[in-house]
């Protein structure tokens, strides 16, 4: 009988050359499950990604530190406790533009991949 369930102690640490720190657990890179990713970050401060228009849904939660979107028009600041959900198919960036990291869980749904993120150059 196969269990039905699975601990995960060795996420697959995403290559960054940002000093972000990207620790998936569940997803297309740690299992192949391109249904949903789960990951563990911490985005240093300054960090900043392209704008970019996912084809997934994203789900951050903040655990330390702040974390700015820029959601077409919005800026919003999210804080520790705070959480979000940004539909696919939206235009939007990600920063942490304070002077500590921000450490953060991240869901997608469908998996993230670097396919269908959309980044902008």
Same mark, same amino acid.
């Given at each position: 009988?196969?269990?039905?369930?699975?601990?995960?102690?060795?996420?697959?640490?995403?290559?960054?050359?940002?000093?972000?720190?990207?620790?998936?657990?569940?997803?297309?890179?740690?299992?192949?499950?391109? +249904?949903? !990713?789960?990951?563990?970050? =911490? #985005?240093?401060?300054?960090?900043?990604?392209?704008?970019?228009?996912?084809?997934? $849904?994203?789900?951050?939660?903040?655990?330390?530190?702040?974390?700015?979107?820029?959601?077409?028009?919005?800026?919003?600041?999210?804080?520790?406790?705070?959480?979000?959900?940004?539909?696919?198919?939206?235009?939007? +960036?990600? !920063?942490?533009?304070?002077? =500590? #990291?921000?450490?953060?869980?991240?869901?997608?749904?469908?998996?993230?991949?670097? $396919?269908?993120?959309?980044?902008?150059?």
């Amino acid at each position: 009988m196969s269990k039905k369930y699975k601990i995960q102690s060795t996420p697959f640490v995403v290559p960054t050359t940002d000093g972000k720190v990207i620790e998936e657990h569940f997803g297309l890179a740690s299992d192949g499950n391109s +249904q949903i !990713s789960i990951a563990h970050m =911490i #985005a240093p401060a300054g960090w900043k990604e392209p704008f970019q228009t996912p084809e997934f $849904d994203e789900y951050t939660y903040i655990i330390k530190g702040k974390k700015q979107f820029i959601i077409e028009d919005d800026t919003i600041i999210l804080e520790a406790g705070q959480s979000i959900k940004i539909e696919k198919n939206t235009r939007v +960036q990600y !920063s942490n533009p304070f002077t =500590i #990291a921000c450490e953060y869980i991240a869901i997608c749904t469908p998996a993230f991949s670097i $396919d269908n993120v959309n980044r902008e150059d």
